[in-house]
């Protein structure tokens, strides 16, 4: 009766191999959402640095447009 069921699913064993592998990808997100969220930190501080030019009245905030040449 305390026998294990012998066509049951075995209990699964977590090798230190495979938590190197999940800490890995886990920090390959992390850095992900770390450069995410510094892009977006970056774009807002242009965003508003262009807002607050434009509420003051001035001109070619804007940065300049590169044309290249023909």
Not at 20 to 34: F, P, T, Y
Not at 57 to 68: E, K, L, M, S, Y
């Amino acid at each position: 009766m305390d026998e294990p069921n012998a066509t049951g699913p075995e209990k699964y064993i977590e090798t230190p191999r495979d938590r190197r592998v999940a800490n890995i990808i886990l920090l390959c997100i992390l850095a992900a959402v770390v450069g995410g969220g510094i892009w977006l930190a970056n774009a807002m501080l242009d965003q508003r640095m262009l807002d607050d030019c434009l509420a003051q009245g001035r001109r070619n905030c804007a940065p300049a447009i590169d044309v290249p040449a023909r």
